[in-house]
């Protein structure tokens, strides 16, 4: 079946500092990730979509400078939270999808961010 | 718009009785419709989903209703148990090959006994 590993589990870092997730597609071909960040008491933002042999998408209020993405093959995403303050802290989801899997996304266990 | 509005926020029912949750949309292009279950620390899980070709889906106790005219879809879960208390959310995506979905703000269910 399909599965979506996505390390670390939870993080804390200290202020100001960067910490980097990964997330790894078991079963299928992840041509399209998207990550996600749902805050404290909030929904999910997209932060960025990624398609293979596409540019990454940013959504509004979040950038490459500061959420830069890694997508370099059709099983693995990375995204980097850079500079990190209390704002940004909270639960961290990629979600892909491929050919062959019809329309569901896969979400990764998601990585909370907790931020000293 | 791609703006997804979901209500209620939160919803208490008696253990047994039903739960409805309702989604409405804005971009007249979603075809997508899943809905997932968020259960404390725990990553979003899909639980049903619903297609723009189709108007109602069930699985076991879980029923969902797409009005494609109104833009609005909804969650119904029957002969609620305990096990169903969580956070739920509606999302909508137009399916053209990305992953994008867009969130609704989630219902907090609480099933009492």
């Known amino acids: 079946g399909a599965l979506v590993y996505q390390y670390p589990r939870r993080t804390i870092c200290k202020s100001g500092t960067s910490m980097r997730m990964e997330c790894q597609a078991v079963g299928f071909q992840a041509t399209s990730v998207a990550w996600y960040r749902q805050s404290p008491q909030k929904t999910f933002e997209l932060i960025a979509l990624s398609t293979v042999n596409s540019a990454i998408k940013y959504e509004q209020n979040f950038t490459q400078e500061k959420f830069p993405i890694s997508h370099p093959n059709l099983s693995f995403s990375s995204m980097t939270v850079l500079n990190a303050y209390l704002e940004d802290r909270g639960l961290y989801l990629c979600g892909a999808r491929g050919p062959g899997q019809g329309y569901t996304l896969y979400f990764g266990a998601g990585t909370r961010l907790s931020v000293l | ?113």
Not at chain 2, 30 to 39: C, G, L
Not at chain 2, 43 to 71: F, G, H, Y
Not at chain 2, 77 to 92: K, L, N, R, V
């Open chain 2, 1 to 113: 718009g791609e703006q997804v509005e979901q209500l209620p926020s939160i919803l208490r029912v008696q253990e047994g009785s039903s739960a409805s949750i309702n989604c409405s949309y804005e971009d007249s292009a979603s075809n997508y419709f899943p809905w997932y279950k968020q259960e404390p620390g725990e990553n979003p899980k899909l639980i049903i989903d619903i297609r723009s070709n189709m108007e109602r889906k069930q699985i076991q106790e879980l029923i969902v209703l797409l009005d494609k005219k109104a833009k609005r879809f909804s969650l119904h879960i029957t002969d609620t148990q305990p096990g169903d208390s969580a956070m739920y959310f509606c999302a909508a995506a137009n399916q053209g090959g990305s992953a994008k979905l867009i969130f609704g703000e989630g219902t907090k269910l609480t099933v009492s006994s």
